[in-house]
T-cell receptor, first 113, second 110 residues
Framework: DGGITQSPKYLFRKEGQNVTLSCEQN?????MYWYRQDPGQGLRLIYY???????QKGDIAEGYSVSREKKESFPLTVTSAQKNPTAFYLC????????????FGPGTRLLVL | RKEVEQDPGPFNVPEGATVAFNCTYS??????FFWYRQDCRKEPKLLMS???SGNEDGRFTAQLNRASQYISLLIRDSKLSDSATYLC???????????FGKGTKLSVIP
């Protein structure tokens, strides 16, 4: 079955710790995205990648980093510089092109201890 | 002005009712429009794309009014399983980025 997987489902971070969220897709999509959702808020774009080895900052990139070494994978690292990391993190992918439908993974909930 | 505005609800309606949601957007260059559905603590899932001519998918009808910069979603014969948050989404011309509204919560009551 084709789809997008994210792991882990829940992640706990200690103060000052970097954590990495995994996102994998087998849809053969060129573009991948990371969003953050806070309670009662819309999704906000963190980073996106249109092609392997290239990525762009979204609206709230500070405190986050990404890599795109493989078409199938787009991991997100939440660094210690992100002062309010508790949120629901969603990864999405789409075929190339603007204005196209994005498909989402099941998400990772990050909690700060 | 917020980029996407939706009535947050909640809309509490009985089974079988017809309910309509509206959404306004500020970017007149917006190109593509969508309604996504998000269940509690789950990821958003595409419900339907929205076309200028309007489109229907079973009990769901979406309309786009570019002149007034709003889109709408009509749900007929509401089912308990329709209970969810409905997200209004658009993308700008030449942009990979989607802009999401905060969503409208619908609760269908037995």
């Amino acid at each position: 079955d084709g789809g997008i997987t994210q792991s882990p489902k829940y992640l706990f971070r200690k103060e000052g710790q970097n954590v990495t969220l995994s996102c994998e897709q087998n849809l053969n999509h060129d573009a991948m995205y990371w969003y953050r959702q806070d309670p009662g808020q819309g999704l906000r774009l963190i980073y996106y990648s249109q092609i392997v080895n290239d990525f762009q900052k979204g609206d709230i990139a500070e405190g986050y980093s990404v890599s795109r070494e493989k078409k199938e994978s787009f991991p997100l690292t939440v660094t210690s510089a992100q002062k309010n990391p508790t949120a629901f993190y969603l990864c999405a992918s789409s075929i190339s092109g603007d204005g196209v439908t994005q498909y989402f993974g099941p998400g990772t909930r990050l909690l700060v201890l | 002005r917020k980029e996407v505005e939706q009535d947050p609800g909640p809309f509490n309606v009985p089974e079988g009712a017809t309910v309509a949601f509206n959404c306004t957007y500020s970017n007149s260059a917006s190109q593509s429009f969508f309604w996504y559905r998000q269940d509690c603590r789950k990821e958003p899932k595409l419900l339907m794309s929205v076309y200028s001519s309007g489109n229907e998918d079973g009990r769901f009808t979406a309309q786009l009014n570019r002149a007034s910069q709003y889109i709408s979603l009509l749900i007929r014969d509401s089912k308990l399983s329709d209970s969810a948050t409905y997200l209004c989404v658009y993308s700008g011309a030449g942009s990979y980025q989607l802009t999401f509204g905060k969503g409208t919560k619908l609760s269908v009551i037995p």
